[in-house]
């Protein structure tokens, strides 16, 4: 009997996070009155038709859900990081947003850490109504045509390994643009070396 081979399940992006959320009203005030979600879908949990199951647009046209109660009231206790739970969720914003973040979120008296150096980004962080800790991420960089971001940072995380720097940081994202610019964009130049024409 022939053996048989195993596989992968390939996936190809997160389609959608679900969370448990408090009352109907908490959610959208979150999620589209705080984070500008848009709030595009609604209707019952189809597996608990008590619950509501509210869906936003992120802005990448992935989904974040939510299961909503009447029943349930908001609690900001910080959410468990046991093992197996989630820590935090990510999610991008520009740099004219992210440098007006601590404003906008001291407004509405939300606590947050401020600005946080993480080499390739910038990083805030501060509790949803839950307890939840979301992130708020801007890249340092702008990938170069035809490359995503992972592509650099799997090439400034090698760069990082050969140098035997302690994380990425700005530098290594700088040269790893150029290297994928070299080997992804053709040039009819004899040598691609830098070169100063001014000397």
């Not at 799997?154 to 790893?176: N, P, Q, S, T």
């Amino acid at each position: 009997m022939a053996e048989k081979k195993m596989r992968k399940l390939q996936v190809q992006g997160v389609h959608h996070i679900t969370l448990m959320g408090a009352d109907r009203q908490t959610s959208i005030d979150f999620w589209e009155g705080v984070l500008g979600m848009p709030f595009i879908f609604d209707q019952p949990n189809l597996d608990d038709p008590k619950q509501g199951h509210l869906y936003f647009d992120p802005g990448d046209g992935r989904l974040i859900t939510i299961f909503t109660s009447e029943d349930r009231k908001p609690d900001p206790t910080r959410t468990s990081t046991d093992v197996g739970c989630v820590h935090h969720i990510a999610f991008a914003v520009s740099q004219a947003t992210f440098w007006q973040a601590v404003e906008r979120l001291d407004e509405r008296g939300i606590e947050n850490t401020g600005p946080k150096d993480r080499g390739f980004m910038d990083s805030i962080y501060f509790n949803d109504p839950l307890g939840l800790t979301i992130e708020l991420a801007s890249y340092r960089f702008v990938p170069p045509e035809g490359c995503r971001e992972a592509d650099v940072m799997i090439e400034a995380h090698r760069l990082r390994v050969e140098r035997g720097d302690h994380h990425i940081d700005r530098i290594h994202l700088a040269d790893a643009i150029e290297r994928l610019v070299a080997r992804r964009h053709q040039s009819l130049s004899a040598s691609r070396a830098p070169a100063d024409p001014y000397s």
